[in-house]
């Protein structure tokens, strides 16, 4: 009966054992940003998405004066 406590008391304390816990958290989470990354290369290297990003660019480098008259 002792030889199963000892077993069990060798459990919960592997179990218990939280060392490294975090590390792993920050390689999951690590990994989960490299992945999001990988993903908005792919989207950013798609033809309409450099047309978007192109014309937002230009409009906001294009100065219009909204309170002049002679524009419309």
């Not at 077993?7 to 304390?13: D, I, N, V, Y």
């Not at 592997?14 to 792919?42: H, Q, R």
């Amino acid at each position: 009966m002792n030889n199963r406590n000892s077993a069990l008391h060798k459990l919960r304390t592997w179990l218990g054992n939280d060392s490294g816990a975090a590390t792993a958290e920050y390689a999951i989470a690590t990994m989960a940003a490299v992945g999001f990354a990988g993903l908005l290369v792919i989207i950013m290297r798609s033809d309409e998405v450099k047309e978007i990003l192109l014309d937002l660019v230009r409009s906001a480098l294009t100065f219009t004066n909204p309170n002049d008259a002679s524009a419309d």
